[in-house]
């Protein structure tokens, strides 16, 4: 297995561009997760998802949308980009455990994005 | 809103101790809480998951316990080695639909040989 893929691995972006992060997982988890990392910080939630079709906001959705049209990919999409965006993403999926309780988080290797 | 706080920011040890990270959480309605491990310029690696009804999990040299009515949790790691350099990050699952997982800012640990 893969594992969780995110691609591309860096990018620089002009303000007011547009982009769209890849995120694919090959283990057929139900859950997916978009999160930021700023220097020093812990990660933020952005969007997450529980199912195909299904996504919800997270702590900081501004900025970002997501769509999840099969169980596989994630992608997550950002319009207007800003300086403030400048920050590593990274995917996360997982599952359910055999108790129904929610699974560790896997994560990918994470996007550096710089905006300038 | 639930906040996560890791203490110390940093620290160093020479091989061989054995050494406790902290993690502390305000809001104790939580379904578990998890230890990450990350190194520099890599994604986050899972260590240990804690549901809320349990009090500990190990794995190896390494042992997480959970008090969840304090809103702590300590990472022990047993005979450290310089491979065990890393950023450690605690997180927890909250049950409110935003709080999937509420990440500290992490413990930097250096192992000096």
């Known amino acids: 297995n893969a594992g969780v893929t995110q691609t591309p691995k860096f990018r620089i972006l002009k303000i007011g561009q547009s982009m769209t992060l890849q995120c694919a997982q090959d283990?057929?988890?139900?859950?997916m997760y978009w999160y930021r990392q700023d220097p020093g910080m812990g990660l933020k939630l952005i969007y997450y998802s529980v199912g195909a079709g299904i996504t919800d906001k997270g702590e900081v959705p501004n900025g970002y949308n997501v769509s999840r049209s099969t169980t596989e990919d994630f992608p997550l999409r950002l319009e207007l980009a800003a300086p403030s965006q400048t920050s590593v993403y990274f995917c996360?999926?997982?599952?359910?455990?055999?108790?129904?309780?929610?699974?560790?988080?896997?994560f990918g290797p994470g996007t550096r994005l710089t905006v300038l | 809103k639930q906040e996560v706080t890791q203490i110390p920011a940093a620290l160093s040890v020479p091989e061989g101790e054995n050494l406790v990270l902290n993690c502390s959480f305000t809001d104790s309605a939580i379904y578990n809480l998890q230890w990450f491990r990350q190194d520099p310029g890599k994604g986050l690696t899972s260590l240990l998951l804690i549901q809320s009804s349990q009090r500990e999990q190990t794995s190896g040299r390494l042992n997480a316990s959970l008090d969840k009515s304090s809103g702590r949790s300590t990472l022990y790691i047993a005979a450290s080695q310089p491979g065990d350099s890393a950023t450690y990050l605690c997180?927890?699952?909250?049950?409110?639909?935003?709080?999937?997982?509420?990440f500290g800012k992490g413990t930097k640990l250096t192992v000096n040989p």
């Open positions: 283990m057929n988890h139900n859950y």
């Open positions: 997180a927890v699952e909250g049950m409110s639909g935003s709080e999937k997982l509420v």
């Open positions: 996360a999926s997982s599952s359910l455990d055999v108790a129904g309780d929610t699974d560790t988080q896997y």
